[in-house]
């Protein structure tokens, strides 16, 4: 069983819901960056999905592309986020961590030298936006033996011919986009949300949970209410960058940054 399966076991054993904070890696910095993840796992989070910046992040609203542009004025390349990843397993050996970004970089350093390096830092999971499973044939035959999971993003216009390759393959979980567009917007009909989950559970027996749209204790609970847990990306990105502009990087100011995580977590299990 992966890392990330024995999370969300875990979890719903414990009878609560997984809460997967995503940050941009390298934004503001790389150290930073390693301070935040820490400060994620003591707010609750369960699993952080670590943004790879990119250029053009096309799936991503302005709050991720900034954070993404932000990272790669740092340099922030695939070679320095598995270098976040190791010195983020110096102290923490059990959170599960999944790198999301796009195809071009992975294809650029090479699908075997991607999945040793990832592996060998430390990932336990690879979410490739613009990849199709209908194409990750490649990509799934070397992840396998090293117990990393893929995960595929399910859309509202997602086809039944894609869906039924995406619940074969995958494995970790399932993220569901809950609305049509770009991360940042608002959720609009959680009713159609939570039929849609209903029918993902009907296909399979991984974990779902819902990504894009969350950003406060109201959308947090009434998600997790319908699903196996939620991602919450633009409303922590957003605080982030308050790093950048006021300067201060302490412990203090980054606890401040992340403290929507633990306000979630609370609202969760309340």
């Not at 993840?37 to 900034?66: N, R, T, Y």
């Not at 970089?105 to 490739?128: H, K, R, T």
């Not at 409303?235 to 412990?251: C, F, H, K, N, P």
């Not at 940054?257 to 969760?268: E, F, G, K, S, V």
């Amino acid at each position: 069983m992966s890392r990330i399966s024995t999370r969300i076991s875990q979890k719903k054993a414990d009878g609560k819901k997984v809460l997967i904070p995503y940050l941009v890696a390298g934004d503001p910095d790389a150290v930073t960056t390693v301070a935040l993840m820490h400060q994620l796992v003591a707010d609750g989070a369960d699993v952080i999905e670590l943004g790879v910046p990119f250029s053009d992040p096309s799936s991503d609203g302005p709050v991720i592309q900034l954070g993404a542009e932000r990272a790669l004025r740092q340099g922030t390349g695939l070679k320095a986020v598995f270098d976040i990843v190791r010195r983020f397993r110096e102290q923490d050996d059990t959170t599960p961590i999944v790198l999301m970004g796009y195809l071009n970089p992975v294809e650029i350093l090479g699908y075997q030298a991607f999945v040793e390096q990832a592996s060998q830092a430390g990932v336990d999971g690879v979410l490739i936006v613009d990849l199709p499973v209908s194409e990750a044939s490649a990509l799934l035959e070397l992840t396998r033996p090293r117990d990393m999971d893929i995960i595929f993003l399910v859309a509202p216009t997602t086809t039944e011919r894609r869906l039924q390759g995406i619940c074969e393959h995958s494995s970790g979980y399932l993220y569901y986009v809950s609305l049509k567009g770009v991360t940042g917007a608002a959720i609009s009909d959680s009713g159609e949300i939570a039929e849609r989950v209903q029918t993902l559970r009907s296909r399979t027996e991984l974990p779902v949970v819902v990504g894009f749209g969350i950003k406060d204790d109201n959308s947090a609970r009434a998600m997790a209410s319908i699903s196996d847990g939620v991602i919450v990306g633009s409303a922590l990105v957003e605080r982030i960058a308050a790093l950048t502009d006021s300067g201060a990087r302490d412990q203090a100011s980054i606890a401040e940054a992340t403290a929507i995580i633990a306000q979630l977590r609370q609202a969760m299990d309340a």
